[in-house]
């Protein structure tokens, strides 16, 4: 249920996300599922991978989809087919064309968090890695591997650290200079989880950018389904990796726009839904948000189960009958009342059409600081809810 594992294993370390389950928990699913290689696996909150990488190593088909571009390129460079040998190439090509090229302005205006998160040279040099990459006459897989190397080093140089659900400024971060050890560390490491050479049937495993309320799938296309969708905990993804965002794939504006459309587990969110047709609010949710002091949370607690319903609704629709379904969830506190999400996510799940099957506690983690401080410490549950598609 925590991604510590993942930290020592082979291609997830290339880039991890602060909340997420390890392959562990997808393998054991798989094997209690009898999943076979003729199966196919759903990840409709892909995050850095974790479902898609598990599954090519059962060597078991799986798409996966997530509404941001960071997490689809984390996801689609883990799961390549890259070649030992020829990554070795053309890392000594990049390193050769860096060591000849002097550092020059800017080769495009940043956002001003960008900017101020990265001072004193940092990100001109980071500018400079990115754009040798991409001047590269090279595959997109090829490119895209460096380009995730250099995200990953992006938070070792900044002044914006993540700090729960937001960043926080420091005067921490390594300076400009040892930025180029950095790069040379983080694709060191990633060259060494290669084979020599490449792996067959590459198509088998892939990542896109999609909605999870409305996935580009086709009907009873899926045989099981492995996820978490984000905590209702205020976590705001656009803004903890909102330094690598604007880097690499948004202006400003774009960042707002992925902030406001993604699932509504924290208050800024305020996307545009499908129509929710079937949907009832779980009975107890009621009890809590009329506990809730501020409006956004409110709403926030309300918009999430209205979300979930919606994912669930459309993994009924992907999967075949019979299908199995496991969601990761995580029981939070709000003005001291718990809000029991596995139990809320069964409920809307059974709305959606599926069959739940059980609610698996596996573990007790601790409330937030500002609960513990005004209602003291109480744990919640992480869970896995598991469906059944009938």
Known sequence: MTPRAAKHSER???????HSFSGALVEA??????????????????????????????????????????SVLACNSKVRPYSKR????????LTEFLEERPSTALHRRYPELVRNALPDGRLEILDLLWAAVKSMDWPDAQREFFELAILAIVPRLSHAVANGGWLRWTNQGMNAKRAADLLREQVSVMLSDLNEEPEPQQDRWSASVADARSLPATDGEYTAVISSPPYPNRHDYTRIFGVELMFAFQNWHENRALRYQSFHSHPEARPNRTAANGYQPPERLAEIVAKCAEVRVRRMLEGY?????????EVVRVCRD????????????YYGADLLVDEFTAEVGEQAGLRCDEIRAVRWRGNSAQQMGKYGRRASRESIVIFTRP
């Open 305 to 313: 189960f209205l979300d979930m319903y919606l994912s669930l609704r």
């Open 86 to 93: 020829v990554m070795e190439a053309r890392w000594k090509v």
């Open 12 to 18: 997830h370390r290339w880039f991890l996300f602060p």
């Open 322 to 333: 019979g299908g199995r379904v496991a969601y990761v969830v995580g029981n939070a506190r």
């Open 29 to 70: 699913l798989a094997e209690e599922w009898n999943l076979k290689q003729d199966d196919k696996i759903l990840d409709p909150f892909a995050g850095s991978g974790t479902t898609l990488l598990s599954a090519k190593t059962l060597g078991i088909p799986c798409d996966g989809f997530d509404i941001s571009p960071l």
